[in-house]
């Protein structure tokens, strides 16, 4: 009897003690209680395989002691709390791979608006990205447009205000928030290469409004669609003076970088530009830094 409880402490807390003292091992502790369960099952049933019932009474008796014990009790919760998270990830991870296939689906071709609008409406977007230079400055130098944003996300940050930006060329640019100067985009990872604001040749005309354009104004409206998962769902619009003609409903599955349906990402932009990407294609336009830097000028001391 004596025999089976010294192996069994032997080899249950010996090895353990010896890895954890290896560098980084503290990455792996789960895996000590599992060893150790696992050894003492072991030990016990080949003790009764070969019928060493004393020897076996003693890993027995170990392992009774071990779980009435405060050790003993903690590391049954802490393999539950291991269960527990191993069944979330699973649930986790069956949520996503369903939400990815669902995101392959249910989205609607854009179609062409049926005029040329001079205002486009930025309902509650995310502005962060992988682009340097800000959209709605980009978006009004490069078509001409008058770019209200009824509100902005970027990360965890939301600004409920509404903004408007229009560019015109100008012999005077002060006051306010008028500037020269195209704004930079906010990154959640630092850039390799550091960007400076964009000055520019026209004017960049910045107010804020007390409320959105009134709903029968015309205008092209894009807004986010509550979707789940890593899927983004854009709803573009037309807004006519007779009502809302929906456009198209554009999906954006971020993990994989895939765009439904399948449009082709203007040269100059990233993948993850899923924002510039379908307002390049909405407006048929270049909105590429490429295509801003041709109003960029030299700076002057």
């Known amino acids: 009897m004596l025999f089976g409880f010294v192996a069994a402490v032997v080899l249950a807390i010996v090895p353990p003690i010896v890895f954890l003292a290896i560098p980084a091992a503290g990455f792996f502790l789960f895996v000590v209680p599992i060893w150790s369960v696992g050894v003492v099952g072991l030990l016990f049933f080949g003790f009764l395989t070969f019928g060493r019932i004393p020897a076996a009474i003693g890993v027995a008796l170990l392992a009774i002691a071990v779980a009435l014990s405060p050790v003993g009790r903690a590391t049954a919760a802490l393999v539950g709390e291991i269960d527990k998270n191993m069944k979330e990830g699973a649930r ?8 990815r296939k669902e995101c392959a689906t249910g989205y609607v071709p854009l179609k062409k608006p049926s005029v040329k609008h001079d205002l486009l409406v930025l ?14 400055d980009t978006v009004a130098i490069l078509t001409g447009m008058r770019v209200v944003e009824a509100g902005r996300y970027c990360f965890t940050s939301r600004k409920p205000e509404v903004r408007e930006t229009i560019a015109e ?10 500037s020269a100067d195209v704004g930079i985009t906010p990154k959640l990872v630092q850039r390799q290469v550091p960007v400076a604001p964009l000055r520019v040749d026209v004017c960049l005309r910045r107010r804020t ?12 409206v894009l807004r986010p669609v509550p979707f789940g998962g890593d899927c ?10 007779s009502g809302d ?11 994989n970088q895939r765009y439904y349906p399948d449009l082709a990402v203007p040269e100059g932009i990233s993948r993850y530009n899923s924002l510039v990407v379908f307002l390049s294609e909405v407006l048929q336009q ?9 109003h960029a000028v030299e700076a002057k001391n």
Not at 123 to 136: F, R
Not at 169 to 178: I, K, L, N, Y
Not at 232 to 241: G, H, M, P, Y
């Open 92 to 99: 986790a991870n069956e949520y996503l791979a369903n939400k």
């Open 209 to 220: 409004l007390s409320d959105p354009p009134d709903d029968r104004t015309p205008a092209i």
């Open 286 to 294: 270049d909105l590429s830094d490429k295509a801003l830097m041709k």
């Open 169 to 178: 060329r100008s012999d005077t640019c002060v006051g306010g928030r008028d």
């Open 232 to 241: 983004k769902v854009t709803e573009v619009i037309e807004r006519t003076a």
């Open 123 to 136: 309902e509650n977007m995310n502005v962060c990205g992988d682009h340097n230079y800000d959209v709605p």
């Open 245 to 255: 003609v929906e456009l198209g409903r554009l999906h954006y599955e971020a993990f």
